[in-house]
């Protein structure tokens, strides 16, 4: 067996590819378990759909981390951006991150994300342009916030903590990059 058949045969079958997957089907299926046993949940086929796509959305950035980072950094970089856009989007979807989850201000937070994805694709996930395209999420958080306490949401109260832990989610991911960059670079 060459070389490449022999590295493609090792990471398709990976252990933590498994395990992986796994963890991520079992918490697609957590809920429908849970409704069984309990009338405080109750999700609906839509449900379902949303956290089937984020869950997949999940997976797919660790399989893109694990195949395309070129070193540890880069990879934690991708996972860590990964996670940060899932956590948004899912809390989001959820309970928002302010005011409630029907609130215009939180599609922000949404788009802020859709926007570094495509973003990331022409980029490739290298990671000199994703160490920028990090940072400006991390800014981007604050923006937000300041636009809703501003102009959007007058009166209503930012919830800055929780501003502050996401900006510290994309702030690590571009430190990560950062870091990845400037191995390339020696």
Avoid at 11 to 37: C, D, E, Q
Avoid at 81 to 102: C, D, K, Q, R, Y
Avoid at 133 to 162: D, K, N, R, S
């Amino acid at each position: 067996m060459d070389d490449v058949t022999e590295t493609t045969h090792k990471t398709a079958w990976n252990g933590w590819r498994i395990t992986g997957w796994s963890v991520l089907f079992a918490l697609f299926f957590l809920p429908a378990i849970a409704m069984r046993y309990s009338t405080e949940i109750n999700w609906t086929i839509s449900d379902f759909l949303f956290a089937a796509i984020l869950l997949s959305a999940l997976g797919i950035g660790a399989e893109i981390a694990v195949r395309v980072g070129r070193n540890a950094p880069h990879r934690m970089g991708i996972a860590i951006g990964a996670l940060g856009g899932f956590l948004t989007v899912w809390i989001n979807g959820a309970v928002g991150m302010l005011g409630s989850e029907n609130e215009p201000t939180n599609l922000a937070f949404i788009a802020l994300v859709g926007i570094a994805v495509v973003a990331s694709f022409p980029a490739w996930f290298r990671p000199g342009p994703m160490r920028l395209i990090a940072a400006a999420l991390a800014i981007g958080q604050f923006l937000v916030g300041i636009a809703a306490g501003l102009w959007t949401m007058p009166g209503h109260a930012v919830e800055w903590g929780v501003l502050a832990f996401f900006a510290a989610i994309w702030s690590a991911s571009a430190a990560c990059f950062h870091a990845a960059w400037k191995r390339e670079r020696t």
